[in-house]
């Protein structure tokens, strides 16, 4: 069974930092690529950013790009998505899900909320 | 980024009715498009693939067609378990966005 688990969020100022991360059993993850997608309260879903399975290639949504890094480690099975200069439309339940782009596989979510 | 539209944002329909749902691409992404349902407070659920292709699992009353630019999910004969918030993505090119859902709600 594909389980993929984050963890990592919280609450954080306007301007601060955060890192999620996302542990994948049950798949080949060296083989998959991966992706990050969060959810606003109430709102529709937000593809925000993808990696491929060697780490080599990552893309970001126009309204994250150069704020957010995603990267992975494919020897511990984890994913990663860093936040920097984080900002009260960030406050979202963030998802990991695989493998890419057909997300079959989803995680629980973790919530981040974005306020001072 | 592929921009994705879909219409309407929310629908009305009875138990036993049949529904279409219209997603729009801002530039061609041949039959790369695919459809989820999304429950509250759970995670989405792929429901479509490549336009037309099912999930395993999925019932048959969930049917896509379309090309290009233009994609519709049908289902077929609601029930009660079928009211949710769909969605289209596209997966054509990196980021691979979704549209910003259809609420199916029971009239």
């Known amino acids: 069974e594909v389980q993929l688990v984050e963890s990592g969020g919280g609450l954080v100022q306007p301007g601060g930092s955060l890192r999620l991360s996302c542990t994948v059993s049950?798949?080949?993850?060296?083989?998959?690529?991966m992706n990050w997608v969060r959810q606003a309260p109430g709102k529709g879903l937000e593809y925000i950013s993808y990696?491929?399975?060697?780490?080599?290639?990552?893309s970001y949504a126009d309204s994250v790009k150069g704020r957010f890094t995603v990267s992975r480690d494919n020897a511990k099975n984890l994913l990663y998505l860093q936040m920097n200069s984080l900002r009260d439309e960030d406050t979202a339940v963030y998802y990991c899900?695989?493998?890419?782009?057909?997300?079959?596989?989803w995680g629980q979510g973790t919530l981040v909320t974005v306020s001072s | 980024d592929i921009q994705m539209t879909q219409s309407p944002s929310s629908l009305s329909a009875s138990v036993g009715d049949r529904v279409t749902i219209i997603c729009r691409a801002s530039?061609?992404?041949?039959?790369?498009l695919n459809w989820y349902q999304q429950k509250p407070g759970r995670a989405p659920k792929l429901l479509i693939y490549?336009?037309?292709i099912l999930q395993s699992g999925v019932p048959s009353k969930f049917s896509g067609s379309g090309s290009g630019t233009d994609f519709t999910l049908t289902i077929s004969s609601l029930q009660p378990e079928d009211f949710a918030t769909y969605y289209c993505?596209?997966?054509?090119?990196?980021?691979?966005?979704f549209g910003q859902g259809t609420k199916l709600e029971i009239k």
């Open positions: 899900a695989s493998p890419g782009p057909l997300l079959t596989s």
């Open positions: 049950g798949l080949p993850f060296s083989g998959n690529s």
């Open positions: 990696i491929s399975s060697g780490g080599t290639t990552a």
């Open positions: 530039q061609s992404i041949t039959k790369y």
């Open positions: 490549s336009t037309s």
């Open positions: 993505q596209q997966s054509s090119s990196a980021p691979y966005t």
